[in-house]
Every structure is written in C-alpha cells, then in structure tokens.
C-alpha cells in the first residue's frame, strides 16, 4: 500500500517511523510520503489560509496549495487515490472502516488546519477520486495530523504480514472474531503481585473452563462500559 499525507507540520509523521508501523515501511509494506502543503505555495509567506467569506471566527484553508499538492501526488503514483480527510464532521472511524481502508490501494491525508478547507476542494476530490471524510469520536482536535496517526496505525496493523500472528488480529477487542465484545482482562507472571491473586481459572490448564470465564468477562464488561456494543435488548 503506498500512504501519502499533506500537511503543514510533516514533523507530527516522524513516529511513523517506529515500532510497527516503521516496520512495515522499512520491510516495503508500505510506502510512506508525508509533505508540506506549502511546498505548493508561491508568495513569500507561504500562505495557506484566509479570512471566512461570510465572515466569523478562525480561518479557512486556501484551495489553490491543496489543488496543486493533490495533481503533483497524482502524478507520483498511477495507483487510484482515496483520500482520507479527517473531521469531526466525518462518518466515525470504526475497525470496519479500518478494515475497508485496508483494502485500497493508495491513501491520501488531507490534513486540514483552522475550521477546515474550503469545501470547493473537497467537491473537486469527489469528482476525481474516491473521499471518506473520517472523525475519531464527538471532540475538537486542533488539525487532522493527530486523527491522521490514529488512523494510519490501525489501518497499517491490519496488512499482511505486519503483524507476526494475526490470530491477535481476531481475538482482539472489536474485531469479528470474539462477537464484537471488549477484550477480557489479561494477566501475567507473577501468580502473587503485591497481594493480588491471578484468577485461579487461569492457572487450572482446563482451556475450556479459561475460554468459558473470558466470554463470560468480555460480556460483562461489555454490558458495563458499552452496552451499545450488545443487543439493543441489552442481552447479548
Ligand atoms: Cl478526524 N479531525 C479533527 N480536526 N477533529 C476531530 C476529529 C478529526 N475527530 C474528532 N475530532
């Protein structure tokens, strides 16, 4: 898969180049492009942004930078763009969405600062290339650099062959595999840690009886803390 981010601080990227995610860049699973919107500016300030027509607060990205940054990328790659923007007013990021993100061929991140970009640039994406406008949750982040992360690592741990067992793939928390239920507690060595005992189940060797008690702890907690995750009858 080859990712592409446009940006005005490509210094928020530079983590991508740890951990697993610069694994999967340094091996050639992914090819990585972060760039500076202004790098398609031609005045001496390098502007991005103006003033609202209309009027109001804050200030709105300039289309032109973006219009050029968006045919230069083009031209880098023959592969077809989907470009990812993050807002808050986007449809919610889900392991589903990750999922279908997972499956393209090429990524754009349309980084947008301020109130945002100029709607007429998003309008110019939809008639060009595939856009999935992405919000991570019902808050205000300043930009889409951070959103942007979010979205990239749980989109890069999905592609084959970044993550070395990809049975933790499904057995993880919102995944297909355990029925859409939060992950059960974990617990390691030592058996006795500052007076608190690992359940004993889990030192019996009965795999049924440790399989039987995790379902029983995903639910639980799952009817606890996101009962929106069960059935609408509250029963799972
Ligand atoms: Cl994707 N972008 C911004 N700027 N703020 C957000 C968001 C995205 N998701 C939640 N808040």
Known sequence: MRIDVVSIFPD??????LSLVGKAISSGIVELGVHDLRGWTHDRHNTTDDTPYGGGAGMVMKPEPWGEALDALEELDPAPMTIVVPTPAGRPFTQELAYELAAKQRLVFACG?????DQRVIDHCVEHYEVIEVSLGDYVLNGGEVASLAVIEAVVRLLPGVIGNPESLTEESH???NGSLLEYPNYTKPPVWRGREVPQVLLSGNHGLVAKWRREQAVERTRSRRPDLLAPDGRD
Request: proline share 7%; net charge neutral.
């Open 12 to 17: 928020y990227f530079a983590p991508l180049h």
């Open 113 to 117: 600062r301020y109130e945002g970009i």
């Open 175 to 177: 995944s297909a595999g």
